[in-house]
């Protein structure tokens, strides 16, 4: 890929060690300016320490970042391009939302009238206007990280770093949120970091996604594409509801893959993977694209797109239903319907058949 | 107070700490009573006056000793605080706790007479290094550096009143969050400037403390003064040296109702601005809810 204008961020060979442990190890990622990019992965794993160190709170152990072009190693937060929404308790206690607001310019030394004007615009893009007046506790969770917002987008700087900013509020405040958090950031055009371990705010939020875990970046690709088409294992465990399967392949020699699974033999799309025969490979299909079937005798699974099982048990999550099968090897499969659990379902045990299309099941070589 | 509580019990409790508080407080108040004595102690008349005050102030040495108290308070003050407030600052961020908290705290517990003379000791030799290494260079410029003096007494009594400070400013910094500092530095601030700006206003209180705390430990201090002090007196040391002297006169009752009056009025203010300040911020945390964190 090659830019006309450098990227707003480059991570090159990043790692960053806290004594003998390894929080992050050779990370590299580049992020377009304009670009809401979401580093998404599991508690531990990293992200935190990646943004901090993109935005100079933490010196790296070893390699570099670059901010438009610019290697940042050496400077600290406040000579950056970048600014920063904290996961709570960031707001200065003493100052009211005006005073936190501004605090930024005032530092920069912008004449009083300006600062009021930028002040206003930007609690008007926050939806604050009303309360320009209160003091940080006088406002609810929401209002605070707003008023987080309002006081990063106010500087024009041109990357904007969150860390976690709707951890603290409820799921449907969050959900709001997130869109907010979209709309804004389309409006104001910035590049937007965004941290989290909610897969749902990153697929609202993101154009693009990182996943980290173990110090590592798995994987970065668009939204729908990690969602869909996954191309490690991890991300298929991590993100959606997968059904991750191990198996060993027994035939490698067409487009597609022949591996065996639990006694059954699966076809799955090469996609021009280095595979060879024997091999222990993952395959995994998400659970919505798994549809059960009840057996009758002279089914045999055959077509490799299909596997046998014993029902389990179902489990109502209102807008979906799970059905847990368990395959002869022991392993669990899941399948989601969207359907009411009132319809006659299979006797626990009942021998039932779990069936995909061949563009659901992807194969994993790692 | 518990509501199954035998309210006999809880009056006992207030009962207890009141003649604790009496005990401690009775000689110093019996002092003050006297101190307004026309007749002086033991007198069988008791007659109000401000006559022993009016001789305090109109005494040359005695004013002259209040003059070098108040300079000595204030420049351990202006010393000891910010050094308190440093020591506090890096010990938040520092790693390894324990040595340095450990460092810090020593001079609490080494008695006073010990601290002061071996303090008195180091200065006598560091005088005789400093004349010698004038000596060599030909100059008699370092010989009064260590000789006893302000400085000295200074020096002993910052070590004494640091300990004090540290805790006192440690305790309000126990409330301040770092994502403040960060967050200012993300907007723009410098480390100093985001220090200044943001957290010292919420530590604050606890500097105000640490500087009254301060003055107020300079003026009863005799011990390490007296050992340390150069060619002049303090308002402590006068007083002391003339009740070994000539015994208490009614001057000295006046003297030391004064220094007790001072202590009481600075402690007694910190402690009803602190309440009056934690009652408004109770006000008003109670008409908002929470703010929802997790
Ligand atoms: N100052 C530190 N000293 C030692 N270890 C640390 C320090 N900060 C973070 N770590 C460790 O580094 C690892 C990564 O931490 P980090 O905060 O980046 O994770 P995260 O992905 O942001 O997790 P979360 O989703 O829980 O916030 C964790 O295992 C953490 O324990
Ligand atoms: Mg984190």
Redesign the interface.
């Known amino acids: 890929m090659t830019f006309q204008t450098p990227p707003a961020v480059e991570v090159r060979n990043l790692a960053k060690h806290y004594g003998d442990f390894v929080a992050l190890k050779n990370v590299n990622v580049t992020i377009a300016a304009g670009e809401y990019f979401v580093l998404l992965g599991p508690s531990g794993g990293g992200k935190t320490t990646l943004l901090r160190t993109i935005g100079g709170f933490q010196k790296p152990t070893s390699g570099d970042v670059f901010l438009h072009g610019k290697s940042v190693g050496h400077l600290p937060p406040d000579k950056r391009p970048t600014t920063m929404v904290f996961q709570a308790y960031a707001l200065f206690p003493h100052m009211n939302v005006t005073q936190n607001v501004g605090y930024g310019l005032k530092v920069a030394g912008l004449p009083k009238a300006q600062i009021a004007d930028k002040v206003a615009h930007a609690l008007d893009q926050v939806g604050l206007t009303k309360f320009a007046q209160r003091k940080p506790h006088e406002l609810s969770g929401g209002q605070q990280q707003r008023v987080q917002l309002a006081r990063a987008i106010v500087l024009d700087r041109d990357i904007l770093l969150l860390d976690e900013p709707l951890a603290a509020l409820d799921a449907q405040l969050r959900k709001d949120m997130c869109l907010e958090l979209k709309h804004l950031q389309e409006k104001v055009g910035i590049t937007f970091i965004h941290v989290t371990h909610n897969q749902e705010e990153a697929m609202t939020v993101a154009d693009r996604i990182a996943l980290i875990a173990n110090g590592d970046l798995v994987e970065v690709g668009r939204a729908r594409d990690i969602y869909r088409a996954p191309e490690k294992s991890f991300t298929a465990s991590f993100v959606g509801e997968n059904n991750v399967l191990k198996g060993k392949v027994s035939d490698a020699n067409g487009v597609s893959v022949t591996v065996d699974v639990a006694g059954a033999k699966l076809q799955v799309a090469k996609r021009d993977l280095p595979v060879s025969t024997g091999q222990n490979v993952t395959l995994s299909i998400r659970s919505e694209c798994v549809a059960l079937e009840t057996v009758n005798d002279s089914n045999a699974p055959t077509d490799g797109l299909s596997m046998l099982g014993a029902y389990d048990e179902s489990v109502y999550l209102g807008l979906t239903t799970s059905h847990l099968v368990r395959l002869p090897d022991g392993t669990e499969m899941v399948s989601r319907i969207i359907a009411d659990a009132d319809d006659t379902l299979p006797v626990n045990g009942a021998p039932v058949r779990l069936r995909w299309k061949p563009t659901d099941i992807r194969l994993h070589v790692e | 107070m518990n509501e199954y509580e035998n309210p006999w019990f809880h009056g006992l409790k207030w009962a207890y700490l009141l003649l604790v508080v009496l005990t401690l407080m009775a000689p110093v108040l019996y002092v003050m009573y006297i101190s307004f004595n026309a007749n002086g102690f033991g007198a069988n008349e008791y007659v109000f006056t401000l006559e022993w005050y009016g001789l305090i102030f109109s005494d040359e040495l005695l004013i002259g000793a209040l003059r070098w108290t108040l300079m000595l308070a204030i420049v351990v003050t202006l010393v000891a605080v910010p050094m308190a407030l440093l020591a506090a600052k890096y010990y938040k961020a520092a790693d390894n706790k324990l040595f340095p908290v450990f460092l810090l705290l020593a001079p609490l517990f080494v008695p006073p007479d010990i601290l002061g003379s071996a303090l008195l000791v180091s200065f006598k030799n560091l005088n005789a290094v400093f004349i010698w290494i004038g000596d060599g260079l030909g100059t008699s410029m370092f010989d009064s550096w260590f000789r006893l003096s302000f400085l000295t007494a200074t020096i002993g009594l910052i070590i004494y009143t640091i300990p004090y400070s540290f805790v006192v400013i440690l305790i309000t910094m126990g409330r301040y ?1 770092k ?2 500092t ?10 100093w ?1 985001a220090f200044w ?2 957290e010292f ?2 530590i604050r209180a606890g500097v105000f403390s640490a500087s009254a705390f301060t003055v107020i430990l300079v003026f009863n201090e005799y011990t390490r003064t007296s050992l340390l002090k150069g060619g002049f007196d303090t308002f402590t040391t006068v007083l002391i040296s003339q009740m070994l002297n000539t015994g208490m006169s009614p001057q000295s009752y006046a003297m030391s109702a004064m220094i007790s009056f001072v202590a009481i009025a600075a402690i007694g203010g910190i402690i009803i601005l602190t309440l009056i300040r934690a009652e408004a911020l109770a006000r ?2 109670r008409g ?2 929470e ?4």
């Open positions: 969050r994502e403040q960060e967050a200012a530095r993300a907007c723009g601030a410098s480390g400037r700006d943001i206003p919420q008003i945390a908002k809810a703010p929802v964190m997790s």
